[in-house]
């Protein structure tokens, strides 16, 4: 049983901290943890009490970082295997109708669908499990155990995250067999997924809603700009647009190498560039100008006090990148700094690119924040 195999310890909760789980937040920050909280080991499973000890909730204690307790349950009864269930079935159901149109998507994305730092993608037949923390490891490998059948897996993979806060347990194959590499159906585009070496579970799902508008516009005999090209994702989705001519600017050349291998129609068409995006941009001639602009940088830090730095570097970027545009030109600005509200990269963006219209696309159903710090990726079309 889930609730027998983690003993769980009692912590009452201040005033701010109750607040919070009152409110629906998954999160207790460590600010708001009293010295008691110090006892515990990482990942240790906590019973959460108010001021008269009465059990409000259930959550993780995590030793590093700005989190330092993810909320599991709220109430008095504790997780067990039917709560799990229910949490892996619910989540599944919302993405039936996303998993007719597409291969590839997020089946379960941590607190948003109440899984707390799990993540579990699916490509085709593979799935790829993230934990972002040792508490959660258990609770991630049951849960991917119970989307096995439902997603009709083949192959389950275990990859630590670059962001876990304690090293994980290194990649893993859970069950199955596992390629390298994986093709899958995204709408019209036939992607490849690089599970061994590539970003996150193997590639860029939160990126599907920016491919389909790319695939969507009119590009014939244009040229385009795409910055931060990583796998090349956005370029085929250009050229399948009919772009004429596409720069794929990128500081890997591993991941070029990737671009030019599986995600090239008409090698004639691209033209790939390894180099310092914030260095090439400032040395790129006045002349050479682009009908579309695609500014997609990593994330730049997970410190709040450098996000004003982190912004005006960016307003420097996307600045440089506008003198490209062609006359009627547009400019994609993504950010995905976890650090830096959306309201706040609008403003910035406002002050660094002179538009005329403006349209924001929201993150997909399978990756839709439900809570404030979710809401990660930040996409703003300027024309």
């Not at 591993?254 to 030019?260: E, I, N, R, T, Y």
């Not at 490209?324 to 830096?340: E, Q």
């Amino acid at each position: 049983m889930l609730c027998r195999r983690f003993r769980f310890r009692r912590y009452q909760l201040k005033k701010d901290s109750l607040r919070a789980l009152n409110e629906g937040h998954p999160w207790i920050f460590r600010g708001g943890l009293s010295s008691a909280a110090e006892v515990f080991p990482d990942g240790q499973w906590l019973a959460l009490v108010d001021g008269q000890n009465r059990p409000v909730g259930f959550g993780i204690y995590q030793a590093e970082g700005a989190v330092g307790i993810r909320i599991l349950r709220v109430g008095a009864t504790a997780p067990d295997p039917e709560w799990l269930r229910r949490k892996v079935r619910r989540a599944l159901e919302r993405r039936a109708d996303l998993r007719q149109r597409v291969e590839g998507f997020r089946a379960i994305n941590g607190e948003s669908d109440g899984l707390p730092g799990v993540v579990l993608d699916v490509y085709g037949r593979i799935g790829v499990l993230q934990t972002y923390c040792p508490g959660v490891d258990a609770l991630g490998r049951y849960a991917a155990a119970l989307a096995w059948e439902p997603l009709n897996l083949v192959g389950l993979l275990w990859k630590p995250p670059q962001r876990r806060s304690e090293p994980g347990p290194g990649r893993r194959v859970l069950r199955g067999q596992v390629p390298r590499c994986v093709a899958f159906r995204e709408e019209d585009m036939q992607l490849v997924a690089d599970l061994e070496g590539g970003q996150k579970t193997g590639m860029f799902l939160d990126l599907r809603g920016l491919r389909r508008w790319v695939r969507g516009l009119d590009l014939g005999n244009r040229r385009v700009l795409n910055l931060f090209s990583y796998s090349g994702t956005l370029g085929l989705a250009a050229e399948l647009a009919g772009a004429r001519e596409i720069w794929q600017v990128d500081s890997s050349a591993q991941a070029l190498a990737f671009a030019s291998h599986h995600h090239v129609r008409n090698p004639a068409r691209h033209r790939f560039l390894e180099a310092d995006v914030f260095e090439w941009i400032r040395e790129l001639p006045q002349d050479e100008l682009f009908d579309l602009v695609v500014v997609d940088p990593p994330a730049l830090t997970t410190r709040s006090d450098q996000v004003e730095r982190v912004l005006a570097r960016q307003a420097r970027l996307l600045s440089r990148a506008a003198a490209h545009l062609a006359p009627g030109g547009t400019l994609v600005a993504c950010d995905c700094t976890s650090r830096i509200p959306r309201t706040r990269f609008q403003q910035m963006l406002k002050k660094a690119v002179p538009v005329r219209h403006r349209q924001t696309l929201l993150p997909e159903e399978d990756h839709a924040p439900r809570f404030a710090e979710g809401d990660y990726l930040k996409v703003e079309i300027y024309r």
